[in-house]
């Protein structure tokens, strides 16, 4: 919080509204549970990706995640936090982490709204996008290093090889 003096701001509409008519429009499932929260299933080239919205009206923020479906087995956790290393490097927005209950990689990123009358729909899709584009990139990142035992610095080097031209 800042130590300046600051006011409560209210938004015309509840910020996830706007997630909700994105999520419609492309036909995903999704579960709304009230005005604060939101998950949705989008189906990606890999897997089928999980992304959770959560609004704090104290920060004026929407917390996202997007988690990839697969599972890090306790005995490749350090592995995997040494490939998050590397590949947070690489990020300009959002980073990866793990979700240690579960062992769930994922993406995540917050967009903060103060001063806005709310998230606009191209902020909405470009976070979106963003997100799966890159749990689409490093996918193969790691499913290297948890079930090819591949090192972290290998795994982000086969990942980053950029494609040029077409087949």
């Given amino acids: 919080?800042?130590?300046?003096?600051?006011?409560?701001?209210?938004f015309e509409d509840t910020p996830l509204d706007v997630i909700e008519e994105i999520v419609s429009a492309n036909d995903w499932t999704f579960d709304r549970r009230g005005d604060l929260e939101m998950s949705v299933q989008v189906p990606?080239?890999?897997?089928?990706?999980?992304?959770?919205?959560?609004?704090?009206n104290e920060m004026g923020a929407i917390h996202f995640t997007c988690a990839i479906d697969m599972r890090v087995p306790k005995e490749r956790r350090q592995a995997v936090y040494?490939?998050?290393a590397l590949i947070n490097e690489k990020m300009w927005l959002g980073h990866f982490g793990v979700w240690e209950d579960h062992g769930l990689p994922m993406y995540r990123h917050a967009l903060p709204l103060r001063g806005s009358k709310g998230?606009?729909?191209?902020?909405?899709?470009?976070?979106?996008?963003?997100?799966?584009g890159e749990c689409e990139r490093f996918y193969p990142a790691f499913q290297y290093v948890i079930w090819g035992g591949k090192t972290a610095e290998d795994a982000v080097s086969c990942a980053m090889i950029d494609t040029v031209g077409e087949a």
């Fill in 119 to 132: 998230p606009s729909f191209e902020q909405i899709e470009d976070l979106v996008d963003i997100a799966i």
């Fill in 82 to 84: 040494e490939l998050l």
């Fill in 44 to 56: 990606g080239c890999w897997c089928d990706y999980s992304l959770y919205f959560a609004w704090n």
């Fill in 1 to 10: 919080m800042s130590a300046t003096e600051t006011s409560q701001e209210t």
